[in-house]
């Protein structure tokens, strides 16, 4: 086993209590929020309207209904009279460690605002059959970015040919993980922001699938 493999539960004890520190409630990695303290992906948005609760709750149900022809299967609160619409769905992801996630809108209406949450971020790795919680992908990320440092300082020291073929493999190996995290979380990002920005637009009666 790798000696990098070995030291996760080391770091893993650190990273806790590095969290107990003061620090921002949020914080931002890979364009991707996410809270500091829980290490939970949310983003939310505060939207002002200048609109009655029913109406930007029409144009808001409208664009879901165009923008997700399974609407029927992932909504889950649709409620005009309180405001409240919530809905599930899942979007497929292209790398080697991940095959889709899955994620939850939560919409609040008011007059004149909404705000809109996204969060429950959930990944399917190929072979799974189960999502599991990215929440902790963060400090995950931190400790393959410690490890990879590591790799590299022995690398610079090591000069037996066996030893230097094992490090560069585990480096290849390491460098694979951070990129499907990477190309995940750029995944998840475009996605929420479409969702954000489709909603606004929606709202404000502009773009394709404005209620008409």
Partial sequence: MPLSIMKHSLLSTLL??????????SA???????????????QTKVVQTGQSKAK????????????????????????????????????PIVSGKFKSFS?????????????????????LGPGSTEFTSADMDFPTIGIFKKDLDDVERDISYTTNKRELAKLYKERRTLKSFLLDYHKSHQT???QFNMIQNGLRLAVN??????AK
């Fill in 56 to 91: 930007t709750c029409q144009a808001l149900r409208s664009w879901i209904f165009k923008t997700y022809p399974n609407y029927r299967e992932i909504m889950k609160v649709d409620d005009p009279g309180t405001g409240k619409i919530v809905y599930q769905d899942k979007e």
């Fill in 103 to 123: 994620y939850r809108v939560s919409i609040d209406v008011k007059d004149g605002l909404y705000s809109c949450t996204i969060d429950q971020v959930r990944t």
């Fill in 188 to 190: 998840m990002l475009a």
């Fill in 16 to 25: 806790i209590v590095l969290l107990c520190f003061p620090e921002p409630a």
């Fill in 28 to 42: 931002q990695k890979a364009g991707l929020p996410y809270n500091r303290f829980t290490g939970e992906i949310t």
């Fill in 205 to 210: 009666g502009i773009g394709p699938l404005a």
